[in-house]
C-alpha cells in the first residue's frame, strides 16, 4: 500500500482536455476550458477525525502519516498531484443556473488502483476556486459529517454512491447561515475527502451544450464512453451510451426508494453521468412514510425534489442530458425514444424492487395492484418505513384481522384513523393471500426480504445528536453509527431500531435541513 504523500497521482482527466492554468481563484466565467487550476487553501490545525478502513484497503492505500493529515487538510499538495476545481452548469430547481462549477470541491488527481482503475480523490471544503461564485469554498464539521457517514452507509446499503475515505476538522472557524435567514454563527470548520471513479455530471455536458463547443462536447462525450463505458462501441455508440444512463438513473431511483432516501436537491449539476448518488447536501431518510416529503427548507413550498416525485425529476434531468447532447446528432428520433423507453424502465425496476420488499416469488401481473394498495396503505397510516416493513417480515401466516393493527402499532407515529385501520386490515390480507401462493418457503420469502429491507438507517435526528457531540469533542456516537451503518440489514444495532423522538420533528438539522447542510 502507498501513502497518500508518496504515491504518483495520474492526470488524465487535465492532460486530455483543456483548462484554465493560472491558479487564479477569484470567481469568474471560464469559457472554452473544462477546468481550473485551484490549489487548496492551508487550514490552521487539520486533525485526523475518521478514516475508512475498508476503503483504504480496496484503493491500496496506507494508514494516513502526518503528511497525508496534511493532504487531507489541504496544507500539502505532492508533486505529482494536479489540484483543479471541475466546471459544469446546471438547471436548479428547474431553472436555468448557466455556469456553476466545483464551489467547495478541489480534485487533486486520479489514484491508480490494482483492480479498480483509477479513482479521483477530491477535497470538499478545502477553500475557493473560481466557481465559488459568493461562496468561501470551505465546509462546516456538521455537513462534513454528514456526507462522511451518509456516503458510506450507503455503500453498504447496497445503493451506487460517492465514497468518503477521510473526515479532518480544520481547526478554523466558518461563518454560515444555515437557514438563510440571516442568522450567520461560526461553525467548526472540517473537510471530507471523497472518491468516485469520476464526478462528472449531467450539467458537465449542459455547459459545452450552452456555450456552443461542440467540438468540446464531443470530445468530452467519446473519452466518457471510452474511459468509463468501454464495453460500448460501433457507430451508435452515443446512443447506446445515453441508453446505460437512461438504465443507470433508474435503477439508482429505485434504490433510493428501496431503503426510503430523498436527495433533497436533484438538480441537473448533482446527478451523476455514471449513476451515482453524489453531493450528500440537505438528504433524509423516511421516518413516517410520506411521497411529499421533502426534507430541504430551499424546495419548500413546491416540493419539487420530494420523495414521491424524485423518479419524475430523474426524467426531466436525464431530458436536459437528451438535449446537451443532441447537438451531436443530425436526426433526435432515436435519442427521443430512448428517454422515453425511461418511464418503462423504470416502472418495471420499481415493481421488481417493491417485489423484493414483499418477499414475492415472482412479480405477477395482479401483484402490481397489490404494491399499488400497500403504498396507499401506508401514505395514509404514515408508519415509519423501515419498521414497518421489519414488521412485514415477521407477520404471522395465520394473523387474525382483529389482530393486524396490534401488530403494525410498533411502526406507527399517532393513532390511524378508522378509514386507514380498515385499508390496512384489507391489503394485510391480500398481502397473506399472495405470499400463500409464493412457490417458495415462508423462510425464504424471508429471507429476499431481510436483504431488500434495511433495519438500520442513519437518521437526521441520529446526526443531528451525533454532530452536536463532535462539536463539543465527543465522538462515542459517531463511532457508533459508523459501525452500525456497515451492517444495515441484521439486528445487532437495535438501540437504534426505534421511532424518531417527538423533539426531533421541528428540531432544526434533525428534520429539515437548507442546502447549506
Known sequence: MDNLSTKTFEKVFVSTFDGDYTGNLQPRQTPGVLYSKAVPTPVRQPELLAWSDELAAELDIAAPNAQDIEILGGNLVSPTMYPYAACYAGHQFGNWAGQLGDGRAITLGEWPTATKGTVELQLKGAGPTPYSRRGDGRAVLRSSIREYLMSEAMYYLGVPTTRALGLVATGDQVLRDMFYDGRTAYEPGAIVMRTAPSFLRFGSFEMLA????????????????????????????????????????????????????????????????????????????LDDYDPNFTPNTTDLPGRRYAFGR????????????????????ENTNEL?????????????????????????????????????????????????????????????????????????????????????ILKLNTTIQSYLERISRNEITREASKTIMRVNNPRF??????????IQEMEQGQNSLFLKLKEAMKDPYSDAHDEFFKLRPEWAVTQPGSSTLSCSS
Open 210 to 285: 450552452a456555450r456552443q463547443e461542440t467540438d468540446q462536447l464531443q470530445k468530452l462525450t467519446d473519452w466518457t464512453i471510452a474511459q468509463f463505458y468501454p464495453h460500448i462501441q460501433g457507430e451508435k455508440k452515443t446512443l447506446i451510451w445515453f441508453k446505460e444512463i437512461v438504465d443507470k438513473t433508474a435503477a439508482l431511483i429505485v434504490e433510493w426508494l428501496r431503503v426510503g432516501f430523498v436527495h433533497g436537491v436533484m438538480n441537473t449539476d448533482n446527478m451523476s453521468i455514471l449513476g451515482l448518488t453524489i453531493d450528500y447536501g440537505p438528504y433524509s431518510f
Open 310 to 329: 424524485q423518479h419524475t425529476v430523474a426524467y426531466w434531468n436525464l431530458g436536459c442530458l437528451a438535449s446537451a447532447i443532441a447537438p451531436l446528432f
Open 336 to 420: 427521443v425514444a430512448i428517454l422515453e423507453a425511461y418511464k418503462t424502465i423504470y416502472l418495471d425496476k420499481y415493481f421488481g424492487m417493491m417485489a423484493g420488499k414483499l418477499g414475492l416469488d415472482k412479480l405477477r401481473e395482479e401483484d402490481h395492484q397489490l404494491i399499488d394498495n400497500v403504498e396507499e396503505t401506508m401514505d395514509m397510516i404514515k408508519p415509519d418505513m423501515t419498521i414497518f416493513f421489519q414488521l412485514l417480515i415477521t407477520l404471522p401466516s395465520d394473523l387474525q384481522t382483529e389482530d393486524i393493527a396490534g401488530h403494525f402499532k410498533p411502526s406507527f407515529y399517532g393513532e390511524p384513523t378508522r378509514e386507514a
Open 457 to 466: 438507517i442513519l437518521r437526521n435526528y441520529l446526526l443531528h445528536q451525533a
